[in-house]
């Protein structure tokens, strides 16, 4: 009885999440008035019918990699590996965004046959990179969105490329449906359930 209640509460969450959400494109106005929002979940539909996601800027990178929109030149590292604070002896695992001007100094170890990309700051912290696992903007790469899926793989998606910039929202026309059909599916299941531990039907397992 619980596998099946389990089963159906995967089922209802799968569809519930492929529903929910839908896209829009934002217009001249909403860009003027300031969207996306640092918060927002961006799709970007470009001119050679591909589409690219973000998820919410505010957080600059998510599970696959890391991805920003510039619209100024900057000099930016990003990475995922480790920092060490030599004032406390700590070292844990870092996954960010650092800005040029807050390095002090780098330079490149091989350890193992590996190659570690590594960068003193200026406030003595020190980051380690395994080789592909750090990328670094610089002014002359220009604007536009920035997509980093480490290994390696730095891409910059101009705005002369970009159709459409979308903007994902619930569709609750579409939500709440299925949770009610979740709903009544979970309860219906709760009854067939109970109805047949009353009836004390045979294991078919144990029938073999």
């Not at 590594?118 to 670094?136: I, P, T």
Request: net charge neutral; with cysteine.
């Amino acid at each position: 009885m619980k596998r099946k209640i389990l089963i159906s509460l995967l089922i209802v969450s799968f569809f519930n999440y492929i529903g929910c959400y839908s896209y829009y494109s934002l217009n001249e106005e909403d860009i003027n008035s300031g969207r996306p929002y640092s918060d927002d979940e961006i799709r970007l539909a470009l001119k050679n019918s591909t589409k690219v996601d973000f998820g919410p800027a505010v957080t600059h990178f998510n599970n696959d990699g890391f991805y920003l929109n510039l619209g100024k030149p900057d000099s930016l590292l990003l990475g995922i590996g480790s920092i060490f604070n030599p004032n406390t002896g700590v070292k844990k695992n870092y996954k960010g965004i650092v800005e040029g001007e807050t390095i002090d100094s780098s330079r490149i170890f091989y350890i193992d046959s590996k190659s570690y990309s590594v960068y003193w700051l200026k406030d003595h912290n020190r980051l380690s990179f395994e080789e592909g696992y750090s990328a670094e903007i610089l002014p002359g790469q220009g604007t536009g969105y920035f997509v980093f899926k480490p290994p390696y793989s730095l891409r910059r998606i101009s705005m002369d490329e970009i159709k459409e910039i979308q903007i994902s929202k619930i569709n609750w026309y579409i939500t709440v449906p299925f949770i009610v059909v979740g709903i009544v599916a979970l309860i219906g299941l709760g009854i067939v359930g109970s109805n047949m531990e009353d009836w004390n039907l045979p294991n078919l397992r144990s029938m073999k």
